[in-house]
């Protein structure tokens, strides 16, 4: 049900892998697209729609039930993906924003955490309303040991001790500009491999992919 990028780091077997079956909640069958590496992913290459497209048919051809993304900047291509197979889609953690801020007082913010927040960019978030934007805060990791990695080619076995640390550190900087933060999105697909410390650390909800998998899963089988 997943697309992945190519030589993507994360281990197929570590808890909170939106590559493995128990974080989302049935068996993963993997297609990778051609050319789609992290930088291109982010920066938001339209190149890459067909490429997306294809491995998102190849996947319902190999009976995928369900598909998603193993990187939340895939959200633009959610909607060729979605009109082109007859599944649910969910490219990206951030198809939850907008309902996130439903479910939180009108004064209480949501903290975006991102891979890269100079791509993290409004066109993005899928808010409207001025102020549901205003509600968002959004932190990026880019510059870090984690987010280098990521950009290498072949891209190193994923340090997870790192990542802990880098959006650890990036969630304590933007609770000390913003108090009101009530919630937690990962943007990154890798994330969640952290979630569970970053939960123990912040006290707060988090949300990520895998998350919004098994509510896909749910819904279908």
């Known amino acids: 049900m997943d697309i992945g990028q190519p030589h993507h780091s994360v281990d197929l077997e570590a808890s909170g892998s939106i590559l493995n079956p128990a ?4 068996p993963v069958i993997l ?29 319902v051809e190999r009976g995928a039930i369900a598909v998603s993304s193993d990187c939340g900047f ?5 909607a060729a993906v979605a009109a082109s197979i007859d599944v649910p889609v969910a490219m990206s953690s951030l198809l939850l924003l907008p309902t996130l801020l439903r479910q ?13 927040s100079t791509s ?8 409207d309303d001025p ?8 932190g990026g990791i880019e510059g870090s040991k984690y987010w280098h990695d990521e950009l ?12 802990e640390a880098d959006v650890g550190e990036c969630i304590t900087h933007l609770r000390a500009r913003h108090p009101d933060i009530s919630a937690i999105l990962f943007e990154c697909a890798g994330f969640p491999l952290v979630a569970s410390a970053i939960r123990y650390l912040t006290k707060l ?17």
């Open 131 to 138: 102020d549901d934007r205003a509600r968002v805060v959004i």
């Open 74 to 78: 895939t959200i633009r291509h959610q």
């Open 104 to 116: 939180l007082p009108l004064r209480a913010k949501i903290a975006v955490l991102t891979f890269d």
């Open 23 to 26: 974080s989302v909640g049935c």
């Open 120 to 127: 993290c960019t409004d066109d993005l978030l899928g808010l």
């Open 31 to 59: 297609e990778t697209v051609p050319g789609a590496w992290s930088e291109r992913v982010v920066r938001g290459d339209p190149e890459l729609a067909t490429a997306y497209v294809t491995a998102a048919q190849r996947l």
């Open 152 to 163: 290498k080619y072949p891209t190193p076995p994923t340090d997870v001790a790192a990542m």
């Open 205 to 221: 909800p988090v949300y990520d992919i895998t998350g919004l998998c098994r509510l896909m899963i749910a819904s279908v089988a």
